[in-house]
T-cell receptor, first 113, second 114 residues
Framework: GAVVSQHPSWVICKSGTSVKIECRSLDFQATTMFWYRQFPKQSLMLMATSNEGSKATYEQGVEKDKFLINHASLTLSTLTVTSAHPEDSSFYIC?????????FGPGTRLTVL | AQSVTQPDIHITVSEGASLELRCNYSYGATPYLFWYVQSPGQGLQLLLKYFSGDTLVQGIKGFEAEFKRSQSSFNLRKPSVHWSDAAEYFCAVGMNFGNEKLTFGTGTRLTIIP
C-alpha cells in the first residue's frame, strides 16, 4: 500500500516550453501533496504544499507563476513548469500525505535544452 | 524554524561492518523524526520514524535509530551493512502530527567497499 507514482519519469524539452508533471496516489487519498526539487548531490528542497481544492502554498523564493500547482482531486496533483529554462533542469519529487507521514514518488528528471 | 544537520557528507564502510549515520535536529517542541534512503535516480523510501514512545526505533532492512532528546539527535544504525545499502540517506524532521511538512538534512552518501 501507499504507492505514489509520477509521470513522466524523465522529460527533455526545449527552452521556453512548458512541462507538466503528474503525481498520483494510487491506493489512498491524499489530503496534502508536496513538491520538492533536488539538485545533483543535494538535499530535497520543498517548493510548495498543495491541499486538495485549494491554492498551493509556496515556499519563499519559489515563483508561483513559474511553477503552477494544481491539486484537483484527492489522488492527483500536477506541477507545470512554465516557460522552462536550462536552470529549471532538476529532479522533481512529489510526496503524498494521507496524514502523519509522507509517501514519495519515484521522481521526474527534467532536462531543459 | 526547525533544522536538521547531517555532519557527514560521505561515509565509506566495509561490507559486514557496523554503521552509524549522525543526525542532529533543532526544533522547539517534540519533533517527528524520519530517516529516508534514496538510491540513485530514485525517490525516497522510509526506513523508520519516531513519533513518540520507545526512543529506540526499529525500521526496515535491519536499520534502527535512537532518539536522544538531551542531545537533539536521531542517529541511524545498522550492525552489519550489505553492499545493497549503498545509497544516500536523509534525516528529516516534521512538526506536529497532521502538519506533515518536512525539513530535510543535506544527506549522507554511503559507500560500501568489499
Amino acid at each position: 500500500g501507499a504507492v505514489v507514482s509520477q509521470h513522466p519519469s524523465w522529460v527533455i524539452c526545449k527552452s521556453g516550453t512548458s512541462v507538466k508533471i503528474e503525481c498520483r496516489s494510487l491506493d489512498f487519498q491524499a489530503t496534502t501533496m508536496f513538491w520538492y526539487r533536488q539538485f545533483p548531490k543535494q538535499s530535497l528542497m520543498l517548493m510548495a504544499t498543495s491541499n486538495e481544492g485549494s491554492k498551493a502554498t509556496y515556499e519563499q523564493g519559489v515563483e508561483k507563476d513559474k511553477f503552477l500547482i494544481n491539486h484537483a482531486s484527492l489522488t492527483l496533483s500536477t506541477l507545470t513548469v512554465t516557460s522552462a529554462h536550462p536552470e529549471d533542469s532538476s529532479f522533481y519529487i512529489c510526496s503524498a500525505s494521507p496524514r502523519g507521514e509522507q509517501f514519495f514518488g519515484p521522481g521526474t528528471r527534467l532536462t531543459v535544452l | 524554524a526547525q533544522s536538521v544537520t547531517q555532519p557527514d557528507i560521505h561515509i565509506t564502510v566495509s561490507e559486514g561492518a557496523s554503521l552509524e549515520l549522525r543526525c542532529n535536529y533543532s526544533y522547539g517542541a517534540t519533533p517527528y523524526l524520519f530517516w529516508y534512503v534514496q538510491s540513485p535516480g530514485q525517490g525516497l523510501q522510509l526506513l523508520l520514524k519516531y513519533f513518540s514512545g520507545d526512543t529506540l526505533v526499529q525500521g526496515i532492512k535491519g536499520f534502527e535509530a535512537e532518539f536522544k532528546r538531551s542531545q537533539s539527535s536521531f542517529n541511524l544504525r545498522k550492525p552489519s551493512v550489505h553492499w545493497s545499502d549503498a545509497a544516500e540517506y536523509f534525516c528529516a524532521v516534521g512538526m506536529n502530527f497532521g502538519n506533515e511538512k518536512l525539513t530535510f538534512g543535506t544527506g549522507t552518501r554511503l559507500t560500501i567497499i568489499p
